[in-house]
């Protein structure tokens, strides 16, 4: 069995970021509307204020208005909900993110409830979950959006492919399962309940494994010549034992990339793989709800 080809989700990313850039401009120019993007960050969890830079310094790059809220952990509901309401009534606003999680006692349903759902470009409002799942136009979470790219990318009809989806987040898994029935494929959602996983898996042809642990689907658990894509994100020890030690960690994904490789026809890699379609996506998501503020219909971004 030949090596799987690795599928290139930073290439990808730069392309659509590109096409996102040629968006931004055209909408400057023809219809003197800049995309404006609104993250807000509550409190200091040191990786939701990475995330929430490289958003706010990607947004710059493609030429959008972009405005970042930090706000103190011990912010009370009401005044973020005060905040989101600015945000809603900003015209210069067409994109707005929270970014999760929040601090303790703050209630995040309530929040993304509260966000206008014309701009609520992390997908997550009920009112965009509802849309997605009766086949309607809609914002749609970033990661699964950035994940049916990649797989169009190779091959445009999906049509009647065995997908399994493992994990059933609202922000990835679900959304993630919809897109693949919108495609035409027979999709299962398994979870920390399904049982013999291992056995749903391998009776995939697209596998999408979204769980946050680290490495966990192996390679017997893929059927030969299946498409991978592994979201997972996580921070394990560094495999040099004096750097570890010292603190030092790798990222690796919820997919044992190694053995998967051996038996997927195309996998995503962890780091390049999903991880930059998030924030391509985010840009893609906020510069389409500008447009459809405006009823402008904007030509494809890639
Ligand atoms: P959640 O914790 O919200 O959901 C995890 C899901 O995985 C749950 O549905 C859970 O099942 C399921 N699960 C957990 N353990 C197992 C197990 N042993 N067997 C089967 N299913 C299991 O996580 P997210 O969906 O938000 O994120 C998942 C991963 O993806 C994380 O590593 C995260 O960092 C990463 N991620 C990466 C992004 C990117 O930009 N690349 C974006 C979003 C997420 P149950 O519902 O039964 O509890």
Same mark, same amino acid.
């Given at each position: 069995?030949?090596?799987?080809?690795?599928?290139?989700?930073?290439?990808?990313?730069?392309?659509?970021?590109? =096409? &996102?850039?040629? *968006?931004?401009?055209?909408? /400057?120019?023809?219809? $003197?509307?800049? +995309?404006?993007? @609104?993250?807000? %960050?509550?409190?200091?969890?040191?990786?939701?204020?990475?995330?929430?830079?490289?958003?706010?310094?990607?947004?710059?790059?493609?030429?959008?208005?972009?405005?970042?809220?930090?706000?103190?952990?011990?912010?009370?509901?009401?005044?973020?909900?005060?905040?989101?309401?600015?945000?809603?009534?900003?015209?210069?606003?067409?994109?707005?993110?929270?970014?999760?999680?929040?601090?303790?006692?703050?209630?995040?349903? =309530? &929040?993304?409830? *509260?966000?206008?759902?014309? /701009?609520?470009?992390? $997908?997550?409002? +009920?009112?965009? @979950?509802?849309? %997605?799942?009766?086949?309607?136009?809609?914002?749609?979470?970033?990661?699964?959006?950035?994940?049916?790219?990649?797989?169009?990318?190779?091959?445009?009809?999906?049509?009647?492919?065995?997908?399994?989806?493992?994990?059933?987040?609202?922000?990835?898994?679900?959304?993630?399962?919809?897109?693949?029935?919108?495609?035409?494929?027979?999709?299962?959602?398994?979870?920390?309940?399904?049982?013999?996983?291992?056995?749903?898996?391998?009776?995939?042809?697209?596998?999408?494994?979204?769980?946050?642990?680290?490495?966990?689907?192996?390679?017997?658990?893929?059927?030969?010549?299946?498409?991978?894509?592994?979201?997972?994100?996580?921070?394990?020890?560094?495999?040099?034992?004096?750097?570890?030690?010292?603190?030092?960690?790798?990222?690796?994904?919820?997919?044992?990339?190694?053995?998967?490789?051996?038996?997927?026809?195309?996998?995503?890699?962890?780091?390049?793989?999903?991880?930059?379609?998030?924030?391509?996506?985010?840009?893609?998501?906020?510069?389409?709800?500008?447009?459809?503020?405006?009823?402008?219909?904007?030509?494809?971004?890639?």
């Amino acid at each position: 069995m030949t090596e799987a080809a690795v599928i290139d989700g930073k290439a990808f990313a730069e392309r659509l970021r590109a =096409g &996102v850039t040629r *968006a931004v401009a055209a909408l /400057k120019a023809d219809y $003197g509307v800049t +995309p404006g993007l @609104a993250v807000v %960050l509550v409190g200091d969890d040191p990786a939701s204020a990475v995330y929430v830079r490289n958003k706010g310094e990607q947004a710059e790059a493609v030429g959008m208005h972009s405005v970042t809220h930090r706000m103190p952990a011990h912010t009370s509901q009401a005044e973020l909900l005060e905040l989101v309401a600015r945000l809603n009534a900003d015209a210069s606003i067409h994109g707005i993110l929270v970014q999760m999680p929040l601090p303790k006692g703050l209630d995040a349903e =309530g &929040v993304i409830a *509260a966000i206008d759902p014309a /701009k609520d470009v992390d $997908g997550l409002h +009920p009112l965009n @979950a509802g849309r %997605l799942s009766a086949g309607l136009p809609g914002l749609v979470p970033c990661t699964p959006v950035g994940c049916m790219m990649l797989l169009h990318d190779h091959r445009k009809d999906l049509s009647g492919l065995q997908a399994v989806m493992v994990g059933r987040s609202n922000l990835m898994g679900k959304p993630m399962a919809q897109l693949l029935l919108a495609a035409n494929c027979t999709v299962t959602i398994a979870h920390s309940r399904t049982r013999d996983l291992a056995a749903v898996c391998r009776t995939a042809d697209i596998l999408v494994v979204a769980v946050g642990q680290p490495e966990m689907v192996k390679g017997d658990w893929i059927k030969p010549g299946a498409v991978v894509l592994d979201v997972g994100m996580n921070r394990v020890p560094s495999r040099d034992p004096d750097k570890a030690a010292a603190g030092k960690t790798r990222l690796v994904g919820d997919v044992d990339y190694p053995a998967a490789a051996a038996v997927a026809s195309r996998i995503t890699p962890v780091p390049g793989g999903v991880g930059p379609m998030t924030i391509a996506c985010l840009l893609r998501n906020t510069v389409e709800a500008c447009a459809a503020a405006r009823s402008i219909t904007l030509p494809g971004l890639l």
